[in-house]
């Protein structure tokens, strides 16, 4: 067993059930939302968890968090099974692993002024902290970058990102080991994400927080990622350190989804400004592998570098051009790295 590892996934599987026609009864079918993932994340590390639209992103960090059971596989908190756990056992262990959900409005309780919804999770579990209730959550507002006096104050009196800060607030109170971060800066404006973005660095920083960090901005995912993992029709196709990945993607999924986003530098040769899809689809004519799940393709962390995979999953062509990691901390938004669903359209039919 890792002893770093704080969280360690085990080949975790998702199958819903769907409603089948008249002559297909309900239960005879299923949607393999998850089919077979596996990691580990380290303490105070953050996994990016990438992929298009559908491929289980949600539906992998809802299991971690035990908001939703998994129909097979193991999760492992600090070396404890927690993926059959129910009653008292699955309240204890909730404070473990936190939330920070997309739309921050919709997580928070518009009758509720936000310092009830920050004390909500230690009320709830009797915690009473050095200096009083309400002192500790006007402390987590300023650890979030928000004012003691906001405590008074509804949600709808806040900004989106300031609604986020909020969200951030409520999901450090029980000091978690893991918070999965399910596309937490998607709705904020650009400006704002950075700011998000920064204060969850901070915060990692400050109390070894691990996360799993779910977006679809390729951008954010290098700047905040220690490791990244590729999801694609809910298996994970890739996994690698963040270097490693970008550097050189290895899974035809990976190149494609690295290669659809749009190239910063209008001075690059014609001959790399391919769009997204029209990429997708070469790659797919080129690589078969890129149109399914492939999961004999599959890589675990640390990358085995298996010489079949590496010939099928090799382009031709060296990887898409993405600018250099930031040498500072401060994370500077570049909106056109979005890789948007209209960029990778064409990976699914
Ligand atoms: N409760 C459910 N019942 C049936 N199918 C579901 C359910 N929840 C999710 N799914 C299906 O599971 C698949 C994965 O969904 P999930 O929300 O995890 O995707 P995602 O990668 O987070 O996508 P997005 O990037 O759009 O948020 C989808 O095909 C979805 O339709
Ligand atoms: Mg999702």
Known sequence: MDTQAILQVENIQKHFPIKGGLFSPKGSKT???????????????????????????????????????????????DGVDISQLAGRDLYNFRRKVQMIFQDPFASLNPRQTVGTAIAAPMLARKINPAGGLKNRVKELLEQVGLKPEHYNRFPHEFSG?????????????????????????????????????????????????????????????????????VMYLGKIVEQGSREELFREP???????????VPLPDPGQPASSKRSGSAEISRRRQTHPAAASSAPGVRCSAPWARNSSNAASAKSPDPPARLPRPATTQVWNPQPSLVCNRSNIKGAIH
Do not use: W
């Open 31 to 77: 949607v393999k939302a998850v089919d077979g993932v596996s990691f580990s994340l380290a303490r105070g590390h953050t996994l990016g968890l990438v992929g298009e639209s559908g491929c289980g992103k949600s539906t992998t960090g809802r299991m971690i968090a035990r908001l939703m059971d998994p129909t097979g596989g193991r999760i492992l908190i």
């Open 161 to 229: 990102g300031q609604r986020q800060r909020v969200g951030i607030a409520r999901a450090i109170s029980l000091n978690p080991s893991v918070i999965v971060c399910d596309e937490p800066v998607s709705a904020l404006d650009v400006s704002v994400q950075a700011q998000v973005v920064n204060l969850l660095q901070e915060i990692q920083r400050d109390t070894g927080v691990a996360y799993i960090f779910i977006a679809h901005d390729l951008s954010v995912v290098r700047h905040i990622s220690h490791g990244v993992a």
């Open 250 to 260: 290895r899974h035809p999924y990976t190149q494609a989804l690295l290669s659809a």
